[in-house]
């Protein structure tokens, strides 16, 4: 899968794994050792994240349900969360994550309120 922000004209990943199920998003990013530039994982449906047992900081982009074209809207992000310690409960209106390197979310110039597509 690929991550775009349409508003911007910038690829935020053009490499992007899919964490669906239950299990999947709790897992995510626990244990990686990093997680290179022009990767990201999409946890769809997620209203909030936890970095327990993470071992890399990251950028989280939290994003609106899609609409009938399949882009959505961002509705909140969060730059360089530590590992450990950073933890985002609840995002209201959230209806899934992208979670990026960190610096990922200024290369790509996104702001709240931009629209991005997450396709195959």
């Known amino acids: 899968m690929t991550a ?9 990943a053009g490499q992007v794994e899919v964490a669906a199920s239950l ?8 244990g990686r050792r990093h ?15 936890h970095m327990l047992f993470m071992r890399i900081p990251i950028d989280a982009i939290f994003v609106g349900r899609p609409d009938p074209g399949g882009s959505r809207r961002v509705v909140s992000i969060h730059r360089d969360l530590r590992p450990w310690t950073g933890l985002v409960p609840l995002v209201r209106g959230a209806d899934g ?5 960190v610096g990922a979310i200024d290369a790509s110039r996104t702001v709240t ?6 396709e195959d």
């Open 4 to 12: 775009q922000n349409l508003t911007r004209g910038t690829v935020l």
């Open 23 to 30: 299990w999947g998003r709790f897992i995510g990013l626990m």
């Open 35 to 49: 997680l290179p530039a022009g990767e990201g994982l999409w946890l769809p449906g997620s209203n909030g994240i």
């Open 97 to 101: 994550c992208l979670e990026l390197p």
């Open 113 to 118: 309120g931009d629209v991005l597509r997450i």
